[in-house]
């Protein structure tokens, strides 16, 4: 059983030319599939071009990370700083 909670975060690992970063797509649970990605690109783009504030990746619920379709990882709870 999953633990259900009211509010979640999720980051996405983005590769940019000095490594990975992790923007946090804040309060999925509460947007439908079409803005969750929206904001996923926009935050993507922002991470390649290194504009992202520190509130944009510091701290998430889940990390997803992607190796394409044979590939997906998510972990739970990811409290990681940078």
Do not use: C
């Amino acid at each position: 059983m999953f633990p259900r909670y009211k509010k979640v975060d999720i980051s996405l690992a983005v590769a940019t030319p000095t490594g990975l970063i992790t923007p946090i797509v804040k309060d999925v649970s509460s947007k439908g599939l079409a803005t969750i990605s929206s904001e996923a690109k926009t935050l993507a783009k922002k991470a390649r071009d290194g504009k992202l504030a520190p509130q944009e990746y510091q701290v998430s619920d889940f990390l997803f990370i992607s190796g394409g379709m044979e590939l997906m990882i998510m972990i739970g709870r990811n409290l990681h700083s940078v």
